[in-house]
């Protein structure tokens, strides 16, 4: 069965025309040929940046983990911990390495540390270390000398980050960290 446009004139092109553009098969097809390769690595850099905030958030809590091992650990011992906690590193190490990134997650060099801060309004305010520590030995370097300093453990965290899908991604590459800080007394 021939379509109806076949019996129409030849002359009668407006016809023929309107006919040939209703019939648009393979259109949809080529028009997702276009727009797939588009969305594909929409996709994959949606998922290396999610990856990317993941992984940074692990990170974070890495560094949390590390600290609060060094505080369960250590606080009621006599201080520096650094160096009166036996296995402190450790510790820390292994807590830090608890999490979902597992041994990937390292301490920074250097780390743990220890150092007297003081609070100063809303923040923390660093008076000393155990090798120099504020004297005299109270928080009158932020205002309040009737304060004593307090003795808070540092633990630094570094993370490689590699993109799943390196060739393609925006996400680069990189070395996440992160820092957190707890008291001990």
């Not at 820390?92 to 990134?101: D, E, G, I, M, N």
Request: proline content about 5%; charged content about 10%.
């Amino acid at each position: 069965m021939l379509p109806n446009h076949a019996f129409r004139r030849p002359t009668d092109r407006r016809v023929c025309l309107w006919e040939v553009r209703k019939t648009n098969d393979g259109n949809v097809m080529i028009e997702f040929a276009l727009i797939a390769p588009i969305l594909l690595v929409l996709i994959m850099n949606i998922l290396d940046f999610s990856m990317l905030i993941w992984a940074q958030m692990q990170v974070d809590y890495s560094a949390q983990m590390g600290a609060r091992a060094a505080y369960t650990t250590c606080s009621t011992g006599t201080l520096p911990a650094t160096t009166n906690c036996t296995n402190l590193t450790t510790k820390v190490t292994t807590a830090a390495q608890a999490t979902s990134l597992g041994t990937a997650v390292s301490l920074a060099s250097g780390y743990p540390s220890e150092t007297y801060y003081c609070v100063s309004g809303t923040t923390l305010q660093s008076v000393g270390t155990y090798s120099s520590p504020p004297s005299p030995f109270n928080c009158s370097a932020t205002g309040s000398a009737s304060t004593k300093p307090g003795d808070y453990v540092e633990v630094d965290v570094t993370y490689s980050y590699a993109p799943t899908f390196s060739g393609l991604s925006l996400a680069s590459a990189q070395t996440l960290t992160a820092k957190a800080i707890q008291r001990l007394n």
